[in-house]
């Protein structure tokens, strides 16, 4: 069970686009239609942003989206807004009633 | 209010145990799966454990496997985790986390997760 890999680190001005990606492999990624993006501001909870692959919890704003192409999957926030700064991680499932999470990308927003 | 507060953590040598809880309130325990996540200091997230509503369907990360073992009183609204043979690499903030989705009678542990406890320290130290 290796982590997915994200990038260390992306970054975007405000009213920009960015897309933070997830690759991971035949067994997790690219196998299930079962990702999911967390949110994670210092010190606080993570919060889903997106669940399998693409649905938005309510509440999520529509500047969040995610898809999925073969083994990796993607997060975009269009509109950047200052408080989108913050960590985010992608997971999988990855068979066998298990989880895997990716290393977290750290978004700042410039 | 819908909440999750953990509780169990602290300081343990290595090759010890700890059993962590964590209660749920303001919501149908039995209605949604459960899970830990850890997230050692510093570093990203690491799912740990899940289990469905009843105990039926449990999984665990290849890194504890065999040491921990994930739990459920749906009667007393708790969730637990035991944690034996602990090691340094164990160190982390465990949060307890809500399966996202209301599926009652599920069979499969959780996919994701809608709601987190703040989580409770575990130290493994020499």
């Known amino acids: 069970q290796s982590a997915l890999t994200q990038p260390h680190s992306v970054s975007g001005s405000p009213g920009q686009s960015v897309t933070i990606s997830c690759i991971g492999t035949?067994?997790?990624?690219?196998?299930?239609?079962?990702v999911s993006w967390y949110q994670q501001h210092p010190a606080k909870v993570p919060k889903v942003m997106i669940y399998?692959?693409?649905k938005r919890p309510s509440g999520v704003p529509d500047r969040f989206s995610g898809s999925k192409s073969g083994n990796t999957a993607s997060l975009t926030i269009s509109g950047l807004q200052a408080e989108d700064e913050a960590d985010y991680y992608c997971?999988?499932?990855?068979?066998?009633?298990?989880?895997?999470f990716g290393g977290g990308t750290k978004l700042t927003v410039l | 209010d819908v909440q999750l507060v953990e509780s169990g953590g602290g300081v343990v040598r290595p090759g010890e145990f700890l059993r962590l809880s964590c209660a749920a309130s303001?919501?149908?325990?039995?209605?949604?799966?459960m899970g830990w996540v850890r997230q050692a200091p510093g570093k990203g997230l690491q799912w740990v454990s899940g289990i469905n509503w009843n105990g039926g369907s449990r999984g665990y990360a290849d890194s504890v496997k065999g040491r921990f073992t994930i739990s459920r009183d749906n009667a007393k609204r708790y969730l637990y985790l035991q944690m034996n043979s602990l090691r340094a690499e164990d160190t982390a903030l465990y949060h307890c986390?809500?399966?996202?989705?209301?599926?009652?009678?599920?069979?499969?542990?959780?996919?994701?997760?809608?709601?987190w406890g703040q989580g409770t320290v575990v130290t493994v130290s020499s």
């Open positions: 303001g919501f149908t325990i039995d209605d949604y799966g």
């Open positions: 399998d692959v693409s």
């Open positions: 035949s067994r997790d990624v690219g196998g299930f239609n079962s």
């Open positions: 986390a809500r399966g996202l989705r209301v599926v009652p009678h599920a069979i499969a542990p959780p996919d994701a997760f809608d709601l």
């Open positions: 997971c999988s499932y990855a068979g066998s009633y298990t989880l895997i």
